[in-house]
């Protein structure tokens, strides 16, 4: 490898660090980098959102019989849901996570990548998770930002149109007090603001670094097929370089059903709370646009894309998974393994068994996630949907 190569090589490599910089920086936001757990301001803001899911709750119970209302209110209360026990799992497997990322860190390495295609493959799986994090972030911020701003934002577009206005605050939740000082109204408005740091990096955060893990694992099943080919090339170094990659085979087996293990709960939560959150907003979306609502519309819109975004991410690296587990064990068995001596070729059969299974993202264990999974839930919601403007 000339000096030039090498030089090009380390600077690739540094910019795929770089990814898991991003995803500290996001996480330390709320405390929750699994290397460095800061459980004060984790414990602050997961007890904020838990009192303002419970006053949205006592404000659902309150309104109940006005069917608008509850949508909206609905809208809201799903998603911060969702955010509170995504945050909730992930503290509680944070443990798991740590030793997944210490375990994964060697793979940045200069000399674990031999030739031009393990190099391309592992910074083309690496990009796209950089990719994903440019858009998920930036899109949720100006979601949340829109949404937190949006009763002043109608209000201005009221004043002129010489509306009569009303003093909104950007969350349904339960008062218990009358809001009748401009003063009093600047300070609950005011306390609702760390919900945009909570929802941009607690919801999207863990969608982030979720992406980031799967398909790093997907780039280093891609690297591994060529590294099989390198050694089946090499008679001189059958034993040594198939033992070696058998490890490796079994050490990303491992790392795939811990990321599961870790991640399958809060991914059903995650399934379950998506379908009908869409479909609400979906709903605001078109309400919205038909009132002419600009302001409430466009910041649904975002809304709603962001999190058909974020579904869509979870799908596309499922399927990249079992894509990469299946190409592996199509091309290990594809491999003329009987002309080979024996002694090596038990070693190629032991790397084939353990290939058959593709490895799978899921919800709950039993949900495969895969671009089909996404045409499915797509399909449920917007049938939700039709169901909702039928009654409504």
């Known amino acids: 490898m000339s000096l030039e190569t090498k030089m090009q090589l380390q600077v690739d490599l540094s910019r795929v660090g770089n990814l898991m910089t991003w995803n500290r920086q996001i996480f330390s936001v709320v405390g929750l980098w699994p290397l460095n757990i800061d459980d004060?301001?984790?414990?602050?803001?997961?007890?904020?959102?838990a009192v303002h899911c419970s006053l949205e709750c006592a404000d659902l119970i309150q309104y109940i019989d006005h069917l608008d209302y509850v949508i909206s209110n609905l809208?809201?209360?799903?998603?911060?849901?969702?955010?509170l026990v995504k945050l909730g799992t992930f503290r509680l497997n944070a443990k798991r996570l740590c030793r997944v990322l210490e375990d994964i860190q060697g793979d940045y390495e200069i000399d674990r990548y031999k030739t031009r295609e393990e190099r391309l493959e592992f910074l083309k799986y690496n990009n796209m998770a950089k990719n994903f994090i440019k858009v998920a972030i930036p899109s949720m911020a100006m979601g949340t930002i829109m949404f937190y701003l949006k009763p002043v934002m109608g209000h201005m577009a009221k004043e002129s149109e010489n509306s009569s206005t009303s003093r909104a605050i950007p969350y349904h939740i339960r008062l218990f007090f009358e809001i009748t000082e401009i003063q009093t109204y600047i300070i609950v408005y005011v306390c609702q603001m760390p919900i945009i740091p909570i929802v941009t990096f607690g919801y999207t955060g863990l969608d982030c670094l979720l992406v980031t893990l799967m398909l790093h694992l997907c780039g280093q099943l891609s690297v591994l097929k060529h590294q099989v080919k390198n050694v089946m090339d090499d008679p001189e170094g059958y034993h040594h370089g198939m033992t070696q990659l058998i490890v490796k085979h079994v050490r990303l087996i491992r790392l795939a059903k811990s990321m599961d293990a870790a991640f399958n709960m809060l991914l059903l939560q995650q399934?379950?709370?998506?379908?009908?959150?869409?479909?609400?907003i979906g709903y605001k979306v078109l309400s919205d646009s038909e009132s002419g609502d600009k302001v409430y519309?466009?910041?649904?819109?975002?809304c709603v894309t962001s999190m058909i975004v974020t579904l869509f991410g979870y799908c596309f690296v499922g399927e990249c998974l079992i894509n990469e587990s299946v190409s592996l064990s199509d091309?290990?068995?594809?491999?003329d393994w009987y002309d080979i001596p024996t002694r090596h070729s038990k070693l190629l059969l032991t790397c084939i068994?353990?290939?058959q299974s593709p490895l799978v993202l899921t919800a709950g264990r039993f949900y495969v996630f895969s671009l089909q999974s996404f045409t499915d839930v797509m399909k449920t919601s917007m049938a939700y949907l039709s169901v909702l403007r039928t009654f409504l």
């Open 40 to 49: 004060r301001l984790f414990a602050f803001f997961f007890v904020y959102l």
């Open 75 to 83: 809208t809201e209360n799903i998603t911060m849901t969702m955010v």
């Open 271 to 280: 399934l379950l709370g998506s379908t009908i959150a869409i479909c609400f």
């Open 297 to 302: 519309f466009i910041t649904h819109l975002i």
């Open 331 to 335: 091309y290990l068995y594809s491999l």
């Open 353 to 355: 068994s353990r290939a």
